[in-house]
C-alpha cells in the first residue's frame, strides 16, 4: 500500500483544516488507518485510528471533541477533519495503514504516508 497524505497548511488559532491521505492498490478496505503527528524534536505521536470498516475510532485525549477521522473505502481515502486548532497542533501529520484494528503505537503499523505540515499559529 502507498499513502499520500495532503491538506496541510498555515492556519490561525481557532480555524479547521482537514487532511486526506489517499491510498493506493486494492486492498485498503482490509487496512486500519492511523493519524500520527510529530512536532520538531518530539516523538510520533498517536492522533487517531479508524478500523476496517469505519464503525470504531480511537482518538488522542488531546484532540478528542476537536478531531474527526473518516474513510471512504470507495475512494480509497481517510480523511482528519481537524477544527479548533491550537499552536500545539503543529506538527507533521502522518496518515498510516495497520492490518491490526485500532493500534496507537507507531510500531504497529505497516505503511506510512510521506507527512503533511500544519502550522497554527497564535
Known amino acids: 500500500v502507498q499513502l499520500q497524505a495532503s491538506g496541510g497548511g498555515l492556519v490561525q488559532a481557532g480555524a479547521s483544516l482537514r487532511l486526506s491521505c489517499a491510498a493506493s492498490?486494492?486492498?485498503?478496505?482490509?487496512?486500519?488507518m492511523g493519524w500520527f503527528r510529530q512536532a520538531p524534536g518530539k516523538e510520533r505521536d498517536f492522533v487517531a485510528v479508524?478500523?476496517?470498516?469505519?464503525?470504531?475510532?480511537l482518538y488522542a485525549d488531546s484532540v478528542k471533541g476537536r478531531f474527526t477521522i473518516s474513510r471512504d473505502n470507495v475512494k480509497n481515502t481517510v480523511y482528519l477533519e481537524m477544527n479548533s486548532l491550537k499552536p500545539e497542533d503543529t506538527a507533521v501529520y502522518y496518515c498510516?495503514?495497520?492490518?491490526?484494528?485500532?493500534?496507537?503505537?507507531?510500531?504497529?503499523?505497516?505503511?506510512w504516508g510521506q507527512g503533511t505540515l500544519v502550522t497554527v499559529s497564535s
Open positions: 498510516a495503514a495497520d492490518r491490526s484494528p485500532l493500534a496507537t503505537v507507531p510500531a504497529e503499523y505497516d505503511y
Open positions: 492498490g486494492r486492498s485498503f478496505s482490509t487496512y486500519a
Open positions: 479508524i478500523d476496517r470498516s469505519g464503525g470504531n475510532t
